[in-house]
């Protein structure tokens, strides 16, 4: 599989998935702007940024973790076809996720939720966000949020079955949903309305669905091909060393 594939699908899946995030995250975002209210622009952005970084650090992290999971779990079935068709498969859920026709991996977010009440204890340490370090904290902190959308791309970085690879699909994630969060407020609510009025999720809910139908098949097709090819040439290797 091809590890720049991953991480683009990532990438936009969080971007067209930020509207949803929007949803899940208003009361979140909605807060910080009320907190940095009375700060100069230049500081709100300042902090915001920081908020963001943390944020995007804890799903790197996430993904790092998932990645050394999937590394262990996948490991044994390396030189076989089924980490692939896995991958493809995680693909195709995604889009469907995106789309809105199954969301399955909802029920993760019952599990999720107990862990984000735990925190909210350390939460509420880092308000007011009045300081980088807090609005760094504060951001690392809500990379935990239960969501469905960070649960599917989590899966999708598990089947890269590379920690690094694994980290790399979360941060463009991350990276995609930037935008909207950013510009959360009247820029972001146009945006919003926008991609939901010309259906660019749904739109791109699919074209991931293509895709991973796309992989999965030459998956099938092709894959058992390329490694009956190497096996050729290791046997023929062999046959030649003295």
């Not at 910080?32 to 920081?50: D, G, N, T």
Request: proline share 5%; with cysteine.
């Amino acid at each position: 599989m091809n590890d720049s594939l991953i991480i683009f699908t990532a990438l936009a899946a969080g971007f067209f998935g930020s509207p949803h995030c929007l949803g899940m995250c208003g009361g979140i975002v909605s807060a910080l702007s009320f907190a940095l209210a009375k700060q100069s622009p230049l500081q709100r952005l300042l902090l915001q940024y920081f908020y963001h970084l943390g944020r995007l650090f804890s799903y790197s992290v996430l993904g790092l973790l998932v990645g050394f999971l999937g590394k262990g779990i996948l490991s044994p079935l390396v030189n076989s076809k089924w980490p692939f068709a896995l991958t493809s498969l995680m693909m195709i859920v995604f889009g469907l996720y995106l789309t809105g026709w199954w969301r399955g991996l909802d029920k993760l977010e019952v599990f999720g939720a107990k862990i984000w009440q735990a925190m909210t204890p350390l939460r509420q340490r880092f308000m007011p966000i009045n300081s980088i370090p807090r609005a760094l904290f504060a951001g690392m902190l809500w990379g935990f949020l239960p969501c469905g959308l960070v649960y599917s791309a989590l899966a999708l970085a598990l089947t890269s079955a590379s920690p690094l690879t694994a980290s790399g699909t979360m941060l463009a994630f991350g990276l995609g949903t930037l935008p909207m969060m950013m510009l959360a407020g009247s820029t972001a609510g146009a945006l919003k309305q926008k991609l939901q009025q010309h259906g660019w999720r749904t739109a791109n809910g699919l074209l991931i669905i293509a895709f991973g139908i796309w992989t999965l098949l030459q998956t099938v097709l092709l894959n058992p091909h390329h490694q009956h090819s190497q096996h050729n040439t290791s046997v023929n290797t062999t046959i030649r060393t003295p």
